[in-house]
């Protein structure tokens, strides 16, 4: 059941050398290996790494990586290609016990050609970009893992997005609130097909924070609490540099990735943009992750997820 909440009123390191990829093939297709320079103040670790869970790149991440934005003749290129086009790169990424992205392999991509033979190597467009996917990689740090108590050294698999050009509509200016707390915004996730969390988050210009847990979460029902005006502020600040007020209404992607609802009220105006994949469609990325900035500020994992430190 989904429960609709309304919103709130009123030391300097040496670089490791960083080789060009460099292909090979393996029985499964095309692989690039990527070096990945890791600043490190002791000689590099060749502890074996121990493989994690996928679903742990999330938590552990310090930033979170951009799609790669590709022209529209890329897109349109991209979509002719079989298997309907990669619009994803994964990799297998190992990453130091302190944290630091080491080094970067690049999987043979499946996509809707799961199971055959001899999975496609990377198109051209798609080559084209591998140089950009390294650079990213190399930039992300990670909380590190802990296995038996100690920092690991770890290998997970990770994806860089592809995704078309970004797109606004009609330009309009972001009205200023008549008092510093007449604002209000909330981000809304409906769940998916599969066990997407469903939930609502809300957050006034006076900082008070109201969840509400419908399905697949740790906590279901009203949870409330209260984070600083200025951190409610600075959430304002980042919805004026998005441009949220610009975006289209509506970002409805091919793929069920989700249905997820970002809302703003200044004073009596009220702006909303759905995101239903809408990366796949020109979501811009600065409101896509205006979606991220609201759960951490709120801490909401605390209550979808059961994580004790928010």
């Not at 909380?143 to 592809?162: E, F, Q």
């Not at 994949?277 to 209550?303: F, Y």
Request: glycine letters at 8%; one cysteine or more.
């Amino acid at each position: 059941m989904l429960v609709t909440l309304s919103l709130l009123p009123g030391a300097p390191t040496k670089p490791l050398p960083r080789p060009h990829p460099r292909p090979y093939r393996s029985g499964l297709g095309i692989v690039v290996i990527l070096g990945l320079s890791a600043c490190h103040r002791t000689r590099l670790d060749t502890s074996p790494a121990v493989r994690v869970d996928q679903a742990t790149v999330y938590p552990h991440a310090a930033n979170l990586l951009d799609p790669i934005r590709l022209s529209k003749a890329e897109w349109e290129i991209l979509n002719q290609e079989p298997c309907g086009g990669e619009h994803y790169l994964l990799y297998d990424l190992t990453v130091s016990a302190s944290g630091v992205a080491e080094s970067a392999v690049l999987l043979p991509y499946e996509g809707s050609c799961n199971f055959v033979a001899q999975p496609p190597a990377p198109t051209p467009v798609v080559s084209a970009h591998l140089g950009q996917a390294e650079s990213m990689l190399r930039s992300q740090r990670f909380v590190p893992w802990m296995v038996d108590g100690h920092p690991a050294r770890i290998v997970v698999r990770t994806l860089v997005r592809l995704a078309p050009p970004e797109r606004y509509g009609r330009q309009r200016t972001l009205p200023t609130p008549a008092r510093d707390d007449d604002f209000s915004m909330s981000l809304q996730r409906r769940g998916c097909e599969g066990t997407c969390p469903a939930y609502t988050v809300a957050v006034s210009g006076t900082g008070a924070v109201t969840y509400l847990g419908s399905d697949y979460v740790a906590t279901k029902g009203i949870q409330r609490d209260h984070i600083p005006p200025k951190a409610a502020m600075e959430l304002l600040d980042r919805f004026r540099q998005a441009n949220f007020q610009s975006a289209l209404p509506l970002y409805s992607g091919e793929f069920d990735g989700g249905y997820n609802v970002l809302t703003l009220r200044i004073g009596q105006r009220q702006y909303q943009v759905v995101d239903e994949t809408g990366r796949e469609v020109g979501l811009p990325n600065a409101i896509l992750n205006l979606e991220e900035a609201i759960d951490k500020a709120t801490q909401s994992s605390r209550w979808v997820k059961g994580d004790q430190g928010g």
